[in-house]
């Protein structure tokens, strides 16, 4: 649903920012005509690969613009602002919309005397020279643009964790049905053995218990699974009952983390950042010393900040890489562990059991393995998010 833009005021204050993912049902992509940029935007081929029944990693950003509620909502109400004259507004206009508003807010009060005296107070504080700044910094082009880019690019970074989230998710289960499994079988091992005596009731409680809390957890899997994709696709433009093709996630190769290179990607997420590029929009349309002197030291601080998050998404990527590699270390080192109880088992010197474990903990290794792949593939691609744009930028 369009949101039609709430015109300026001083009375009322408006965030232009929204943040996380908004989870509100949305028409399918192929239905729907209400996308974010008018149709000559993009060429026919372009609009028919968002509109058909996949969703591919390369095409995430242009689906959250055209088709999240959120983000093609702020991209309407942007461009209808902008055909209404509301951006970059002069200094006698600024003072001429105070006066409407006072003048609105007079009659409003209905001579109510508190109602009247709040609508002075706002009058004489908007027609301060630090209230001319604010409304300035308020209706900058340049500086509301960014505002939205800032949202989409988050946005467009959480649904690219999500989506990575739905394979994992996916691998879990996988290896959570293992474990159901192993451990069912071990219960009904339990009851034998108590049947004969070689095992005690709490042996055979306990074996229960295991197997019941591995099952248990198999259905939390289908669950967060269930509603990790139903929120992506909503936030996609799909209905959340669709079933659309989702792609695969480009996994992280030596090549690509070689091309890290830390103090190189931390000077470009200093000059993309969107909060830094915000404030000092707000810089450039302010006149007094104490606007500018304070958000002088606002960015200042964002800049410190975006470099320690910077070296943050950096670690994590490396940690995730030593996870890795000590879980395909621990694969092989099963799969070792297998061949050998393979060996023994051919010559009767394993049981069935032996083999059985063996062979599950081999199985196990290699979904954990996969799992730390996808790990790593969500940690290498925050820290690009990061070098793209959305670092903390926190002034604190």
């Not at 295991?210 to 099952?215: K, L």
Request: charged share 25%; with cysteine.
């Amino acid at each position: 649903m369009k949101h039609h833009f709430k015109y300026f005021t001083l009375l009322l204050a408006a965030s232009m920012i929204p943040t996380g993912i908004a989870y509100a049902a949305y028409p399918n992509t192929s239905m729907t005509p209400h996308q974010s940029s008018v149709e000559q935007a993009r060429d026919a081929a372009q609009w028919a690969t968002l509109r058909d029944n996949k969703i591919e990693w390369g095409e995430l950003q242009d689906l959250v613009r055209e088709y999240n509620p959120t983000v093609s909502s702020l991209w309407l109400d942007f461009r209808e602002s902008q055909s209404r004259g509301k951006y970059n507004i002069d200094y006698e206009d600024v003072l001429d919309q105070i006066q409407q508003s006072y003048d609105a807010s007079m009659n409003a009060a209905n001579n109510n005397e508190i109602l009247e005296a709040y609508a002075n107070l706002q009058y004489e504080t908007s027609t301060t020279a630090q209230g001319v700044d604010t409304s300035a910094q308020a209706t900058d082009e340049q500086a509301a643009e960014l505002s939205i880019r800032q949202t989409e690019k988050t946005v467009t970074e959480q649904i690219r964790k999500s989506l990575i989230s739905i394979y994992t998710t996916d691998l879990q289960r996988q290896m959570d049905q293992l474990t159901a499994d192993h451990t069912a079988s071990l219960y009904e091992m339990q009851k034998r053995k108590l049947s004969v005596g070689q095992a005690t009731q709490l042996d055979v409680l306990t074996a229960q218990e295991t197997m019941q809390s591995a099952q248990a957890k198999l259905t939390s899997d289908q669950t967060l699974a269930d509603k990790t994709k139903q929120l992506v696709l909503v936030n996609l433009g799909w209905k959340y009952n669709d079933n659309p093709e989702i792609c695969a996630i480009p996994m992280v190769t030596e090549e690509m983390l070689s091309k890290m290179d830390l103090t190189k990607d931390t000077q470009t997420a200093l000059a993309n950042n969107f909060a830094i590029l915000i404030n000092e929009r707000k810089i450039a349309v302010s006149s007094t010393d104490t606007q500018i002197g304070s958000l002088s030291t606002t960015v200042e601080n964002e800049k410190e900040s975006v470099r320690s998050d910077m070296i943050a998404r950096f670690n994590s990527v490396k940690s995730a890489k030593n996870s890795l590699d000590q879980a395909k270390l621990s694969l092989s080192n099963a799969q070792a562990a297998l061949d050998k109880v393979k060996r023994s088992y051919a010559t009767g010197a394993a049981s069935q059991r032996d083999l059985e474990t063996a062979e599950y903990n081999t199985n196990v290794a290699k979904l954990a393995a996969d799992i730390a792949d996808y790990t790593l593939a969500t940690e290498y691609y925050e820290y690009l998010a990061g070098r793209d744009g959305i670092a903390t930028a926190d002034a604190s």
